[in-house]
């Protein structure tokens, strides 16, 4: 039976039917059938817009991004796709936060569905801190179709790891 490390959490008949997907070598062709495109997404000032955007359409009271880029050292041995950070600066009397987003590099080549929802998975944060129902209504007010998203772009990470994925 094949292991499914990023699907462990989800039902037993999804978890069969991506091990069917794979055993028929036909995981693939289900990705690229649903997820045909790629983003042009491809600079740090360019994703920096991109994530503004969102931002400003959804979350206009939440903090403002000071950066926003793709990092090649965040990966899946981290077990991070993207990270949300304050770095915290004295200027003159007072402590300055900065908001910082950091997506992994491996957006750069994914669908534009992948990247919108890690994006708003991380622009959720500058609301809501941790994973709770809260954060998870507010990632499907920007994105409605995000849990399907969560599902297959976990799939996409399944395939990857297999022998011989393209």
């Known amino acids: 039976m ?31 059938q649903r997820y045909a495109d790629r ?3 491809q600079s740090d000032k ?10 400003q359409e959804y979350l206009r009271s939440a903090p403002s991004l000071d950066k926003v ?3 090649n050292r965040l990966d899946l041995t ?16 007072k402590l300055k936060a900065k908001k910082e987003i950091r997506i992994a590099s491996l ?11 890690i994006v708003v998975h991380e622009l959720a944060h500058l609301k ?22 969560e599902f297959d772009l976990r799939v996409y990470l399944t395939y990857r790891e297999l022998p011989g994925a393209t």
């Open 69 to 71: 880029l793709f990092d």
């Open 2 to 32: 094949t292991a499914l490390r990023y699907l462990q959490a989800y039902p037993q008949h999804l978890q069969d039917q991506i091990r069917q997907l794979i055993a028929s070598d036909r995981l693939g062709d289900y990705l690229r």
């Open 128 to 149: 809501e801190r941790d994973h709770s129902k809260a954060f998870y209504q507010l990632c499907e007010h920007m994105e409605p179709a995000y849990h399907q998203l």
């Open 46 to 55: 360019a994703l920096y817009a991109y994530a503004q955007g969102l931002r």
């Open 107 to 117: 957006f750069k080549d994914a669908a534009p569905q992948f990247l919108r929802m």
């Open 39 to 41: 983003h042009q997404v």
């Open 78 to 93: 981290h077990r991070a796709l993207g990270l949300n950070t304050a770095v915290s600066r004295v200027q003159g009397g």
